[in-house]
């Protein structure tokens, strides 16, 4: 039985919303990874990655609608994923660097000032001049 114009209709938009959602996901995960210099390393988070999309992409397409995975799905997310890395990836990733690094700051300079004060106190205490 052939599927409604309805339900083709929704295969396709949600087939491209999954698709946003694993760009989105490829921009984060190449934030955290950062450079890696490690191949082994490297080939084992890429392969975990790869891994975690495919899960979140059917758990996804699984709820939306039903997870018919035509062809058609496929190359819907594959279209949504050219798109996103074309003309959204890159204001994306720049923003999440920046979100990054203003966060690394935040904490270590947080760290910093919450460690110092404990340093002075350890200190005073384990003095041994007394």
């Known amino acids: 039985m052939p599927l409604g114009l309805n339900m083709q209709i929704s295969l396709v ?3 491209l919303i999954g698709g946003f959602i694993a760009g ?3 921009d984060i995960y190449r934030v955290i990874r ?3 210099s490690i191949k082994i390393l490297t080939i084992i ?3 975990l990655f790869c891994v975690l999309i ?3 992409i059917f758990t996804f397409l699984l709820y939306t609608n039903y997870a018919f995975l035509t062809p058609y799905v496929y190359i819907f997310i594959i279209i949504a994923i050219l ?3 074309r003309f959204i990836s890159k204001f994306f990733y720049v ?3 920046t979100t990054a690094r203003i966060f690394y700051k935040l904490i270590r300079i947080l760290l910093k000032n919450i460690w110092y004060p404990l ?3 350890v200190y005073k205490v384990t003095d041994k001049r007394k």
Request: proline share 0%; aromatic share 16%; charged share 10%.
């Open 34 to 36: 950062g450079l890696n």
């Open 13 to 15: 938009i949600y087939s």
């Open 95 to 97: 923003s999440q660097v």
């Open 54 to 56: 495919a899960l979140a």
């Open 24 to 26: 989105i996901l490829f």
């Open 119 to 121: 340093k002075i106190i």
């Open 83 to 85: 798109l996103y890395f």
């Open 45 to 47: 988070e890429d392969t």
